[in-house]
């Protein structure tokens, strides 16, 4: 057996975030090793794929959708709801989790079909074309009032058997498949791929969920540009922040998923990863994001970046319901290579102990201790029980995962193109894509395509492909497993999307959940990360500590 040099660097991942400007023991350049005879960058620093933390937008609104595109269907249908009827039901619906939205629909206060002309009422109101727009949905269910009429009339009759999805209009993230729309991964060259249901979206409508619309995101879950903002697509034009408009980062790339959440334009959405991009914009928006372990949540038919790595999971006010939507989707796909068939019910959405915490131990990084918030959250964490063990880092890096990023959407995007995508699309490869933008660039490609053009030029081949999957699994797993069997732990304790490249890797779960804001305003999330399948236990953990902080409040302007 060859012998695999590594040349380890500590490092502090920002995945989705822009490194460099926040932490200042980021190294300044890739260090450089081989694997047989391959020269490997250590990619520990992610700021080339990072979201950019940027205050000059080259686009804001679209210039290939507008806002009477959008609402042109469902105007005429929602012609009866009026701004009274807006106001009159504000107090039922807004900050309201799942199951307060169903006791309220329970007692009358409102039907289905009102709760889902509510959200769209409030998206057409704030959401484009005004000075508080938020550019975070791209396009409408031109048949969901008739779906919500369908859930009404079939309400009784479905007792107490109901999921408690029952109803709940949901946003998806633009690049997973909806029959309802086209799926276009925020792309031009994608505009009219209309598809099949994707499978999350199958086990969704199963459980009687509305499919509301789609939600802007960074393009091609932002593996496109590379010097780009954050929640930037051609389609959607730039989605901004709602706690701080053009001046706070969206994080990304499920960035509409988050706004929309964040600006009470939904239950609940559904946003996708591959390391950060649901813990990213969650955090930055003030909300909960559940990152699943890889092979809980099916993929397919979801435009990919990476088979190895990708997932989709649930973007939420509040924990509990990020368990409900995670239990609505979660099941064996056997056209996923990755989806895992448990055959168990794992109770994600019974409410947990208030005592979850009580004797639980958690990892909690020394560099990260100098952050104000995280320390309060700390304390919040002991108060209910946990205890918290400070603790270094390992030394290990991430060789090679851009590269890894590459290689795997340069295959994987063609599958999905032959699988799942409409067959009158002509472009089928990343080629094909940069082919089709370089056309019409100003309007397709504002700020380049600069990762696309990695991806076209790398030429690793499957066996040096493996040789990464395997350097990278090994080391994301020892980053969280050496700790964690040296001082017993439960679990690991970040910030945001800090350590998501190595849980990415590793194919371990995270969720997280807001913990407060900065001077400035901004928000940041408490990530809890844990072994493989644990999403029960990582819902446990941060529901007690959301009760005990409450630290989520909602964005001041669009109350």
Same mark, same amino acid.
Request: net charge neutral; glycine share 6%.
């Given at each position: 057996?060859?012998?695999?040099?590594?040349?380890?660097?500590?490092?502090?991942?920002?995945?989705?975030?822009?490194?460099?400007? !926040?932490?200042?023991?980021?190294?300044?350049?890739?260090?450089?090793?081989?694997?047989? +005879?391959?020269?490997?960058?250590?990619?520990?620093?992610?700021?080339?794929?990072?979201?950019?933390?940027?205050? %000059?937008?080259?686009?804001?609104?679209?210039?290939?959708?507008?806002?009477?595109?959008?609402?042109?269907? /469902?105007?005429?249908?929602?012609?009866?709801?009026?701004?009274?009827?807006?106001?009159?039901?504000?107090?039922? $619906?807004?900050?309201?989790? $799942?199951? @307060?939205?169903?006791?309220?629909?329970?007692?009358?206060?409102?039907?289905?079909?009102?709760?889902? #002309?509510?959200?769209?009422?409030?998206?057409?109101?704030?959401?484009?074309? +005004?000075?508080?727009?938020?550019?975070?949905?791209?396009?409408?269910?031109?048949?969901?009032?008739?779906?919500? #009429?369908?859930?009404?009339?079939?309400?009784?009759?479905?007792?107490?058997?109901?999921?408690?999805?029952?109803?709940?209009?949901?946003?998806?993230?633009?690049?997973?498949?909806?029959?309802?729309?086209?799926?276009?991964?925020?792309?031009?060259?994608?505009?009219?791929?209309?598809?099949?249901?994707?499978?999350?979206?199958?086990?969704?409508?199963?459980?009687?969920?509305?499919?509301?619309?789609?939600?802007?995101?960074?393009?091609?879950?932002?593996?496109?540009?590379? +010097?780009?903002?954050?929640?930037?697509?051609?389609?959607?034009?730039?989605?901004?922040?709602?706690?701080?408009?053009? /001046?706070?980062?969206?994080? &990304?790339?499920?960035?509409?998923?988050?706004? *929309?959440?964040?600006?009470?334009?939904?239950?609940?959405?559904?946003?996708? @990863?591959?390391?950060?991009?649901?813990?990213?914009?969650?955090?930055?928006?003030?909300?909960?994001?559940?990152?699943?372990?890889?092979?809980?949540?099916?993929?397919?038919?979801?435009?990919?970046?990476?088979?190895?790595?990708?997932?989709?999971?649930?973007?939420?006010?509040?924990?509990?319901?990020?368990?409900?939507?995670?239990?609505?989707?979660?099941?064996?796909?056997?056209?996923?290579?990755?989806?895992?068939?448990?055959?168990?019910?794992?109770?994600?959405?019974?409410?947990?102990?208030?005592?979850?915490?009580?004797?639980?131990?958690? &990892?909690?990084?020394?560099?990260?201790?100098?952050?104000?918030?995280?320390?309060? *959250?700390?304390?919040?964490?002991?108060?209910?029980?946990?205890?918290?063990?400070?603790?270094?880092?390992?030394?290990?890096?991430?060789?090679?995962?851009?590269?890894?990023?590459?290689?795997?959407?340069?295959?994987?995007?063609?599958?999905?193109? %032959?699988?799942?995508?409409?067959?009158?699309?002509? %472009?089928?490869?990343?080629?094909?894509?940069?082919?089709?933008?370089?056309?019409?660039?100003?309007?397709?490609?504002?700020?380049?395509?600069?990762?696309?053009?990695?991806?076209?030029?790398?030429?690793?081949?499957?066996?040096?492909?493996?040789?990464?999957?395997?350097?990278? #699994?090994? !080391? &994301?797993?020892?980053?969280?497993?050496?700790?964690?069997?040296?001082? +017993?732990?439960?679990?690991?304790?970040?910030?945001?999307?800090?350590?998501?490249?190595?849980?990415?890797?590793?194919?371990?779960?995270?969720?997280?959940?807001?913990?407060?804001?900065?001077?400035?305003?901004?928000?940041?999330?408490?990530?809890?990360?844990?072994?493989?399948?644990?999403?029960?236990?990582?819902?446990?953990?941060?529901?007690?500590? @959301?009760?005990?902080?409450?630290?989520?409040?909602?964005?001041?302007?669009?109350?």
């Amino acid at each position: 057996m060859r012998h695999i040099y590594f040349l380890f660097i500590f490092v502090f991942i920002f995945s989705c975030k822009d490194s460099k400007s !926040n932490d200042p023991q980021t190294p300044t350049e890739a260090s450089k090793t081989k694997i047989d +005879n391959t020269e490997v960058e250590d990619d520990s620093d992610l700021s080339a794929i990072s979201t950019k933390d940027f205050r %000059e937008f080259k686009v804001l609104d679209s210039r290939n959708l507008t806002k009477a595109d959008i609402w042109a269907d /469902i105007n005429p249908q929602i012609e009866d709801f009026t701004e009274s009827d807006y106001n009159r039901l504000k107090p039922y $619906i807004l900050e309201k989790d $799942i199951t @307060e939205l169903q006791v309220n629909r329970t007692r009358n206060k409102f039907t289905y079909e009102e709760l889902t #002309k509510f959200y769209l009422y409030r998206i057409r109101k704030f959401d484009r074309e +005004n000075p508080l727009s938020l550019n975070s949905v791209i396009a409408v269910n031109p048949s969901v009032i008739e779906s919500a #009429k369908q859930k009404d009339q079939n309400f009784k009759d479905r007792g107490i058997n109901k999921h408690p999805i029952y109803g709940m209009p949901i946003l998806l993230k633009d690049n997973v498949n909806t029959s309802d729309m086209p799926t276009t991964a925020g792309a031009v060259a994608l505009k009219n791929n209309r598809t099949d249901d994707a499978f999350i979206v199958k086990q969704l409508k199963s459980k009687d969920g509305l499919i509301l619309g789609k939600a802007n995101l960074s393009e091609w879950a932002y593996f496109f540009c590379g +010097n780009c903002p954050s929640g930037y697509s051609a389609i959607g034009g730039q989605t901004l922040n709602p706690y701080g408009r053009r /001046i706070m980062d969206t994080g &990304g790339s499920s960035s509409g998923s988050g706004v *929309a959440v964040a600006a009470n334009f939904c239950a609940a959405a559904i946003g996708s @990863e591959t390391a950060g991009s649901i813990l990213s914009p969650a955090s930055q928006n003030s909300v909960v994001g559940l990152k699943p372990t890889i092979g809980l949540v099916s993929r397919s038919g979801i435009v990919p970046i990476s088979s190895t790595l990708d997932t989709a999971g649930p973007i939420t006010r509040s924990v509990r319901d990020a368990g409900i939507v995670l239990s609505a989707i979660y099941g064996y796909d056997n056209s996923d290579t990755k989806s895992v068939n448990l055959n168990t019910s794992f109770g994600y959405f019974e409410k947990p102990s208030m005592d979850a915490l009580k004797g639980k131990r958690f &990892g909690a990084p020394k560099r990260l201790i100098e952050d104000t918030l995280y320390v309060n *959250a700390l304390e919040v964490l002991k108060q209910q029980g946990a205890e918290i063990v400070e603790i270094e880092e390992e030394k290990l890096g991430l060789p090679n995962f851009i590269r890894l990023l590459n290689l795997d959407m340069k295959k994987d995007l063609p599958t999905y193109m %032959e699988s799942y995508a409409n067959k009158n699309i002509k %472009e089928r490869t990343v080629s094909d894509m940069m082919a089709y933008n370089i056309k019409d660039s100003l309007n397709t490609m504002p700020y380049g395509q600069k990762l696309f053009q990695g991806i076209a030029d790398d030429t690793g081949d499957e066996k040096f492909l493996e040789r990464i999957k395997d350097t990278l #699994k090994t !080391n &994301g797993r020892q980053y969280f497993d050496i700790p964690m069997k040296a001082h +017993n732990l439960d679990g690991f304790l970040s910030i945001n999307n800090y350590h998501a490249g190595f849980a990415a890797v590793a194919e371990y779960p995270a969720l997280t959940v807001p913990m407060g804001y900065t001077k400035k305003g901004e928000p940041k999330g408490l990530t809890f990360i844990a072994k493989p399948f644990q999403e029960k236990q990582l819902l446990e953990w941060a529901y007690v500590y @959301e009760q005990a902080s409450k630290a989520r409040k909602a964005p001041k302007d669009y109350n």
